[in-house]
C-alpha cells in the first residue's frame, strides 16, 4: 500500500548537535508538511512544500530548516538542537484534491 | 494568519452516550474544516471533513455541523463505543494548508 514513512522513529540528541529527520512518500503526492505535537499544543506547521522548487515557512520555522529533494523526499533539519524542540514530529502528505493530509508515523525527538 | 481553538481539552462519556466537541477559528476565508482522530501512540488520521458551502455531514455515527456566521464547528459521535476513545483533532484552512485545534482527548467508558 502506498504509504508516507519517517526516520527515524525515535532520536536522542545533545544540545547544539545537528540533526535531520527526513521523510519519504509512496503517494505520488506533490505537498507534504511538517508537524511538531507537543502536549496540550495540537499539531503545530513548522513548513510545507508543494513541489521541490517550492518551500514555505509555517507558523513555527524558527530553528528549522527543510530540504525537498525530490517529490517524494521532505527532510527537516535542526542546525542546533536545543531542548525546547523535544517533541514529536510528523511529516503528512496530501493530494491536490481533496485536502485530506495522510501521515507518517511520527519521530520521537529528544534534546537533552 | 488563522486561530483555531478547541473544547473541551478532556471529555469521558459513558458507553452509548453522545459527545460533541466544539471548534471556533477566525479567519472568515476559511472553507475547508477536517477532523482528524488519533489513537494512543498512532498517526492522526482524517474521520470527515465539510466544506464551507455544506451547513452539515454525516458519516454514520459521526457527524459535522458547520456555522459560517459564527465561525464554528462542532463534531458529534453518537452512541460512543470504547474505541471512539482517542484524541480528536479540529482543523480549518484552505487549499493550501489547515491551523489545528490543541486536541480533545475523548474517553468512553465502559
Known amino acids: 500500500d502506498a504509504d508516507v514513512t519517517q526516520t527515524p522513529r525515535n532520536r536522542i540528541t545533545k544540545t547544539g548537535k545537528r540533526i535531520m529527520l527526513e521523510c519519504s512518500q509512496t503517494?505520488?503526492?506533490?505537498?507534504m508538511y511538517w508537524y511538531r505535537q507537543d502536549p496540550g499544543l495540537g499539531l503545530r506547521l513548522i513548513y510545507y512544500?508543494?513541489?521541490?522548487?517550492?518551500?514555505n515557512k509555517g507558523e513555527i520555522s524558527d530553528g528549522y530548516s527543510v530540504s525537498r529533494q525530490a517529490q517524494a523526499k521532505f527532510s527537516l533539519s535542526l542546525e542546533s538542537a536545543i531542548p525546547n524542540q523535544t517533541a514529536l514530529y510528523f511529516c503528512a502528505t496530501s493530494g491536490a484534491i481533496p485536502n485530506e493530509q495522510f501521515f507518517g508515523p511520527g519521530t520521537r525527538l529528544t534534546v537533552l | 494568519g488563522e486561530n483555531v481553538e478547541q473544547h473541551p481539552s478532556t471529555l469521558s462519556v459513558q458507553e452509548g452516550d453522545s459527545a460533541v466537541i466544539k471548534c471556533t477559528y477566525s479567519d472568515s476565508a476559511s472553507n475547508y474544516f477536517p477532523w482528524y482522530k488519533q489513537e494512543l501512540g498512532k498517526r492522526p488520521q482524517l474521520i470527515i471533513d465539510?466544506?464551507?458551502?455544506?451547513g452539515e455531514k454525516k458519516d454514520q455515527r459521526i457527524a459535522v455541523t458547520l456555522n459560517k456566521t459564527a465561525k464554528h464547528f462542532s463534531l458529534h459521535i453518537t452512541e460512543t463505543q470504547p474505541e471512539d476513545s482517542a484524541v480528536y483533532f479540529c482543523a480549518a484552512g484552505g487549499y493550501q494548508k489547515v491551523t489545528f485545534g490543541t486536541g480533545t482527548k475523548l474517553q468512553v467508558i465502559p
Open positions: 503517494k505520488g503526492h506533490d505537498r
Open positions: 465539510i466544506r464551507s458551502n455544506v
Open positions: 512544500s508543494f513541489d521541490v522548487k517550492d518551500i
